[in-house]
């Protein structure tokens, strides 16, 4: 069966700092991978997706994810934070059909 | 980018009253979505939606629920009659087509079922 496991329920990082956000996810073949943002009282926002090629895979605002078959992972970091970076981070996984499975998501919290 | 709107932002019904939530896709968009997100769980899908039909639905889409976009108009999420389970957050989501597509959220509608 698939699924998402964000280990993290909240991370606190400082402004500036780098951070990482865990991400494992199950699946027999590989999937489509993503990382979506929420803000208070808006709708998902795509992050970046990944598929296939390379593993290293660029983002709005400086985020990145990489992708490892061999750990199932699919963390997604970014080398400075702003403050403006806190938000709930989703990691999720989609089969061809379109039926996506998220994680429980990440609280971020970025302190000045 | 590409907005999904989602009307009404919250309602608040009593048990066993039909509750209509409406979602406005991406205008070129042909795939539709309904997730479902109870307090302090994960976000779940529903059910997905072409051409009129429901493609595929999760165990979470009870008989209750029904889904429908009448002449590209909203596509909408009937719950009747509704339960005190049904109360959660219910984001519609849209895609252009299927293969890992970027699927489009909106804000989600909250429901609370007294």
């Known amino acids: 069966a698939q699924s998402v496991t964000q280990p993290d329920a909240r991370v606190t990082v400082s402004e500036g700092a780098s951070l990482q956000l865990r991400c494992k996810y199950s699946?027999?073949?590989?999937?489509?991978l993503f990382w979506y943002v929420q803000y208070p009282r808006q709708g998902l926002q795509l992050l970046l997706k990944?598929?296939?090629?390379?593993?290293v895979v660029q983002g709005v605002n400086s985020f990145e994810a990489e992708f490892s078959k061999s750990n199932s992972s699919f963390h997604l970091q970014k080398a400075s934070v702003h403050w403006s970076d806190s938000a709930v981070y989703f990691c999720a996984l989609s089969m061809r059909n379109n039926r996506i499975f998220f994680g429980d998501g990440t609280q971020l919290v970025v302190k000045p | 980018g590409p907005k999904v709107l989602q009307i009404p932002s919250h309602q608040i019904i009593d048990m066993g009253q039909m509750v209509t939530l409406n979602c406005d896709p991406v205008?070129?968009?042909?795939?539709f979505y309904w997730y479902k997100q109870i307090l302090g769980q994960q976000m779940e899908f529903l059910v997905n939606?072409?051409?009129?039909?429901?493609?595929?639905k999760s165990k979470l889409f009870k008989d209750q629920f029904s889904v429908e976009r009448p002449d590209g108009s909203y596509f909408t999420l009937k719950i009747q009659p509704t339960a005190l389970e049904d109360s959660a957050v219910y984001f519609c989501?849209?895609?252009?087509?299927?293969?890992?597509?970027?699927?489009?959220f909106g804000p989600g509608t909250r429901l609370l079922v007294l």
């Open positions: 989501a849209s895609s252009l087509a299927l293969g890992g597509d970027t699927q489009y």
């Open positions: 205008s070129n968009h042909l795939y």
């Open positions: 699946y027999s073949a590989t999937p489509y």
């Open positions: 939606f072409y051409n009129g039909k429901v493609m595929e």
């Open positions: 990944y598929y296939s090629g390379d593993p």
